[in-house]
């Protein structure tokens, strides 16, 4: 049976599939991302936008058998800014206004500020709001299948903050981002129908509803 998951579980899947879980071997091959390629058209797309918004659906498969699925809906706008609320099976939302991070969850009555962005922001968001170029994507490996649809393996940022991933491209569109653990867990989070409006500012301010226990903001 589904048990909920703690706050701090619950952040480290996401941290997990944002950031990836597994450094790369020094002696992986490492090509540079072609500015023409069907991956290249798509994080250009994303990257020149002021802002976006999309439904996804996250799986996470485990390995010796199983899986969760959890839905809701992300919100972007450059620079740092970010909306990230899960509906299904439960709510919970995670706010930025590129100073620090709010968690919360409405079951709990609880919302939790999380000061170190160092500590806790996920280098893909970095990616798809513009903050990590084309020419810090390096490819490790890639699949097409026909014309329209290709998965590649990277790298993305610095050696430093070496990552490894894998993003799903169909139609020159970035389709999903998927990690995958030492254990070969995999973590699939695919963005459904994406608006390439511009996100009102105003939802990346979080105010605790009347109620809530705040943790980590000064009253």
Do not use: C
Not at 28 to 40: G, V
Not at 41 to 68: C, D, H, I, M, P
Not at 151 to 178: T, Y
């Amino acid at each position: 049976m589904f048990s909920k998951l703690s706050i701090q579980t619950f952040f480290i899947v996401i941290v997990m599939l944002w950031s990836g879980s597994i450094a790369f071997a020094e002696n992986t091959p490492l090509i540079a991302l072609d500015s023409k390629s069907d991956l290249a058209v798509a994080l250009s797309k994303l990257s020149n936008l002021k802002g976006f918004s999309s439904q996804f659906k996250q799986k996470l498969t485990y390995a010796e058998g199983g899986s969760r699925a959890y839905e809701g809906e992300l919100f972007v706008l450059r620079p740092g800014k970010f909306r990230w609320h899960y509906s299904q099976p439960y709510e919970q939302l995670y706010v930025s206004n590129g100073k620090g991070i709010w968690l919360y969850e409405p079951d709990l009555m609880q919302a939790q500020l999380l000061q170190d962005l160092g500590e806790v922001e996920p280098v893909v968001l970095q990616l798809l709001d513009g903050r990590v170029g084309l020419e810090d994507v390096q490819v490790l490996g890639e699949e097409h299948f026909g014309a329209h649809f290709s998965s590649w393996h990277v790298r993305l940022g610095k050696a430093n903050a070496a990552v490894e991933i894998w993003l799903g491209v169909q139609d020159q569109k970035l389709l999903w981002i998927e990690s995958r653990d030492v254990l070969n867990n995999r973590n699939r989070l695919q963005l459904v129908d994406i608006k390439q409006d511009e996100p009102n500012k105003k939802i990346f301010e979080f105010i605790a509803p009347e109620g809530v226990d705040v943790i980590g903001a000064i009253q």
